[in-house]
């Protein structure tokens, strides 16, 4: 468990994200690609769905004794905020309602922020966007850990704290790479949020508001589906930068683990993501892949050559136009 890593410093690269080229290239041989584009219907029913299901989760553990309320956070309610928070990332993307009515979308992700317990849906937005278009961007892309993740983080023992923390390394990890400005839209998000806690604390008490918070925070941290933090981008191999992972766990997820597939067609929506894998089979089949999210967690803690530095890093070029 003391073991350190080896890796020093990230995989510096000086070419561009593969993302735009293999998107230009699969444009031009199936043009029909494009018509999978634009708002997917279905979504903001079942975001409503899901806030609703966590409205009643709330009612229900107010009453329980503390060791079911904990139980319940772990085994329901970490699932369900953690699919909420990948809810918002579709909505971050104008799916709930298309771009022509961009505002709504930021306004619904704020009402799917609401039983993660913590505001976030605004900021995510801002940086979620730089992360596609800056991937693996020295000081823009907020996705890849800071030199300070990576220096300390270097046992086995330090990468498993560093899984249960990922929460809020995420959450710190912006202040410290890439601070912004606060906009009106995050103050709103904020006051939102605060506004519905206090409520749910009034009305049924410390336990409801517990489950929330504590749900969100084992949702995103030693959980099966925060296994798509590690798997999405972190190098297993080299020379490979986004991973795809294609189990059933996308059930919960909005086919998140479709991540080459989302990164080469950001406006696509999740649910059709699939068929971007179907159609172009050829320009993903051969690229590696995952089959379990709890493996690549094992095999992070556990391959001494892995850690928080085994990720991609370009210098960018040229002006940046960040959110």
Same mark, same amino acid.
């Given at each position: 468990?003391?073991?350190?890593?080896?890796?020093?410093?990230?995989?510096?690269?000086?070419?561009?994200?593969?993302?735009?080229?293999? *998107?230009? /290239?699969?444009?031009?041989?199936?043009?029909?690609?494009?018509?999978?584009?634009? &708002?997917? &219907? *279905?979504?903001?029913?079942?975001?409503?769905?899901?806030?609703?299901?966590?409205?009643?989760?709330?009612?229900?553990?107010? $009453?329980?004794?503390?060791?079911?309320?904990?139980?319940?956070?772990?085994?329901?309610?970490?699932?369900?905020?953690?699919?909420?928070?990948? #809810?918002?990332?579709?909505?971050?993307?104008?799916? #709930?309602?298309?771009?022509?009515?961009?505002?709504?979308?930021?306004?619904?992700?704020?009402?799917?922020?609401?039983?993660?317990?913590?505001?976030?849906?605004?900021?995510?937005? *801002?940086?979620?966007?730089?992360?596609? *278009?800056?991937?693996?961007?020295?000081?823009? $892309?907020?996705?890849?850990?800071?030199?300070?993740?990576?220096?300390?983080?270097?046992?086995?023992?330090?990468?498993?704290?560093?899984?249960?923390?990922?929460?809020?390394?995420?959450?710190?990890?912006?202040?410290?790479?890439?601070?912004?400005?606060?906009?009106? %839209?995050?103050?709103?998000?904020? +006051?939102?949020?605060?506004?519905?806690?206090?409520?749910?604390?009034?009305?049924?008490? +410390?336990?409801?508001?517990?489950?929330?918070?504590?749900?969100?925070? %084992?949702?995103?941290?030693?959980?099966?589906?925060?296994?798509?933090?590690? +798997? /999405?981008?972190?190098?297993?191999?080299?020379?490979?930068?986004?991973?795809?992972?294609?189990?059933?766990?996308?059930?919960?997820?909005?086919?998140?683990?479709?991540?080459?597939?989302?990164?080469?067609?950001?406006?696509?929506?999740? @649910? @059709?993501?699939?068929?971007?894998?179907?159609? #172009? +089979?050829?320009?993903?089949?051969?690229?590696?892949?995952?089959?379990?999210?709890?493996?690549?967690?094992?095999?992070?803690?556990?391959?001494?050559? %892995?850690? &928080?530095?085994? @990720?991609?890093?370009?210098?960018?070029?040229?002006?940046?136009?960040?959110?």
């Amino acid at each position: 468990m003391g073991n350190r890593v080896a890796r020093e410093d990230y995989e510096w690269v000086y070419t561009d994200q593969p993302h735009a080229d293999r *998107r230009k /290239e699969i444009l031009a041989k199936y043009p029909e690609i494009k018509s999978l584009m634009g &708002p997917d &219907p *279905r979504l903001k029913w079942i975001v409503c769905m899901m806030v609703v299901i966590q409205f009643l989760a709330f009612y229900l553990v107010k $009453d329980l004794d503390w060791k079911w309320v904990l139980f319940w956070t772990y085994a329901f309610g970490s699932c369900i905020n953690h699919s909420m928070t990948l #809810a918002i990332h579709e909505i971050s993307h104008n799916t #709930a309602f298309g771009n022509n009515k961009a505002m709504w979308n930021r306004y619904f992700a704020m009402f799917a922020n609401l039983p993660i317990g913590l505001p976030y849906s605004a900021s995510f937005k *801002r940086y979620h966007l730089d992360h596609h *278009r800056y991937l693996g961007g020295d000081g823009v $892309d907020v996705d890849i850990p800071t030199e300070f993740e990576g220096w300390f983080f270097c046992t086995r023992f330090r990468k498993f704290i560093w899984i249960i923390l990922q929460p809020l390394f995420y959450a710190i990890r912006p202040l410290c790479i890439n601070p912004k400005p606060i906009t009106q %839209l995050e103050l709103t998000n904020v +006051a939102f949020q605060l506004t519905f806690d206090i409520l749910l604390y009034w009305l049924w008490g +410390a336990k409801p508001v517990v489950y929330m918070l504590a749900g969100s925070m %084992l949702g995103m941290g030693l959980h099966p589906i925060s296994g798509h933090f590690i +798997a /999405e981008h972190y190098m297993f191999l080299k020379g490979h930068e986004t991973y795809s992972y294609y189990g059933s766990l996308n059930l919960l997820t909005f086919n998140v683990g479709y991540h080459n597939e989302h990164h080469d067609f950001p406006s696509i929506p999740g @649910r @059709r993501l699939p068929m971007v894998k179907k159609i #172009a +089979a050829e320009y993903y089949d051969d690229l590696p892949q995952y089959t379990s999210w709890v493996k690549v967690l094992y095999d992070f803690i556990m391959d001494d050559a %892995l850690s &928080p530095f085994s @990720r991609v890093k370009r210098k960018l070029k040229g002006d940046v136009k960040q959110e």
